[in-house]
T-cell receptor, first 115, second 109 residues
């Protein structure tokens, strides 16, 4: 248990569906992240929020839409996805985004399959 | 471009020692992290190096040479539960983490 929870753990959706992934951290951290993890590839950073403000958007397609209502919650809204978007989506949090160690704590991920 | 290289897969024997290497080319350097990820689980933090040298933490040690762009993770007295993927990540000048693809470590009895 890392203090970061994600729901759902598994999701199968068609290309025309709309769904949302939820992440919650109980660590009092100020920064939250969305990553995409595909088999045998490096973790791909998608979005970074620091104190609820988006600070990074790594050229992610608009079919992925993040939302951060407060420092403890992060959502990833999905619509009209493609089969190549099937992957493990990981949420992480850290105390901050610069200085010192600030290791990231990860949630268990959502295994997404787009059919 | 920025790049992290680590072996795709390694095999070792229970009770032995294994060294997982990581080389990097990044825009600036603000620390190197090692994470462990068991299949189907979240990555968990193992170690952090920002200065050259060896950091020891129980059975695990991590080494850094900034001049060589090189790090290794050393695992001693291997146990079956050490079977996992080991991820190397470097924080660049913008404090963004650049990740390697991970090394899958298989431990055999």
């Amino acid at each position: 248990e890392t203090g970061v929870t994600q729901t759902p753990r598994h999701l199968v959706m068609g290309m025309t569906n709309k769904k949302s992934l939820k992440c919650e951290q109980h660590l009092g951290h100020n920064a939250m992240y969305w990553y995409k993890q595909s088999a045998k590839k490096p973790l791909e950073l998608m979005f970074v929020y620091n104190f609820k403000e988006q600070t990074e958007n790594n050229s992610v397609p608009s079919r992925f839409s993040p939302e951060c209502p407060n420092s403890s919650h992060l959502f990833l809204h999905l619509h009209t996805l493609q089969p190549e978007d099937s992957a493990l989506y990981l949420c992480a949090s850290s105390q901050g985004t610069s200085g010192d160690a600030y290791e990231q704590y990860f949630g268990p991920g959502t295994r997404l399959t787009v059919t | 471009g920025q790049n992290i290289d680590q072996p795709t897969e390694m095999t070792a024997t229970e009770g032995a020692i294994v060294q997982i290497n990581c080389t990097y080319q990044t825009s600036g350097f603000n620390g190197l992290f090692w994470y462990q990820q068991h299949a189907g689980e979240a990555p968990t933090f193992l170690s952090y190096n920002v200065l050259d040298g060896l950091e020891e933490k129980g059975r695990f040690s991590s080494f850094l040479s900034r001049s060589k762009g090189y790090s290794y993770l050393l695992l001693k007295e291997l146990q079956m539960k050490d079977s996992a993927s080991y991820l190397c990540a470097v924080r660049d000048s913008n404090y963004q983490l650049i990740w390697g693809a991970g090394t899958k470590l298989i431990i055999k009895p």
